[in-house]
């Protein structure tokens, strides 16, 4: 059982960064993650994802080559490093764990423990 919580969420002008934290409490270090987002009106998305050692990792084409995800097994932390922000990243960003094989970016159906969220949110 793990459980986690997000923080690093905020406001920022376009072009800018963001990192996002997620503290785990629990067997972290046995759980792939994962970094959702669900803006108002849409559907929650995969925006990354990672194994257990954080030498996997999957992307929406999305967050290709402005975010990177990593994780601290010692610390049991997630992270999400987001450069480059657009206002349409704007959205409720949402830490994610499972167990489940990890072999393709996740959707939520795969998700077996959700945290509350953190917001962020890109101006123009």
């Known amino acids: 059982q793990v459980t986690v919580v997000e923080s690093g969420g905020g406001s920022v002008q376009a072009g800018g960064s963001l990192r996002l934290s997620c503290t785990a409490s629990?067997?972290?270090?046995?759980?792939?993650m994962a970094w959702f987002r669900q803006a108002p009106e849409k559907e929650r998305e995969g925006i990354s994802c990672i194994s257990t050692r954080g030498d996997i990792t999957y992307y929406a084409d999305s967050a290709k080559g402005r975010f990177t995800i990593s994780r601290d097994n010692g610390q049991k932390t997630l992270y999400l490093q987001m450069n480059s922000l657009k206002p349409e990243d704007t959205a409720m960003y949402y830490c994610?764990?499972?167990?489940?094989?990890?072999?393709?970016?996740?959707?939520?159906?795969?998700?077996?423990?959700w945290g509350q969220g953190t917001q962020v949110t890109v101006s123009s």
């Open positions: 629990g067997f972290f270090g046995g759980y792939r």
């Open positions: 994610a764990a499972t167990t489940r094989p990890l072999n393709r970016l996740f959707v939520p159906a795969d998700v077996q423990h």
